[in-house]
């Protein structure tokens, strides 16, 4: 299964926030749209980082009750692992489980086309695997005697 496929049944919806917005207000994002991560966008809408549910722990860990007034430019992890639509399940899920995401911004030409999640990953995965298992039982079914 391609990504493009699963990204077609998600949906193309990527919630990103400028590179000048502050913590506050990426926490609040994050917890108002219920999401685990959002992609930051620099001035020319390219994208510059992400944060996470997991960076934002580590960073409000790390710089106590003064974290409420730094901009998540500031502090965003800057190295994005992305993916492309022609990329396969397989392939996004090795990428991810090597690197240790949680989160794959899919770029196609440049541009930001989706987000997958890990859940996202692992629905697609059973999806698939109880597709394949009822085209297994249905060739086995119509298997013709004696043979």
Known sequence: MKISTILKIKGDKVH????????KGVLRDMLVLRVGSLVIID??????????ERDLLRILAKLGAHWEGVGVGDVMSRDVILGKPNDTLDQVMALMTERRIRHLPVVEAGRLVGMLSMGDIIKASLTESAFQ????KSYIKNWPEGD
Not at 16 to 23: E, S
Not at 43 to 52: D, L, R, W
Not at 133 to 136: D, E, I, K, P
């Open 16 to 23: 990103t926030v400028p590179a000048h917005t502050p913590l």
């Open 43 to 52: 001035a020319n809408g390219e994208i510059a980082g992400i944060m996470t």
């Open 133 to 136: 298992n009822r085209l297994m």
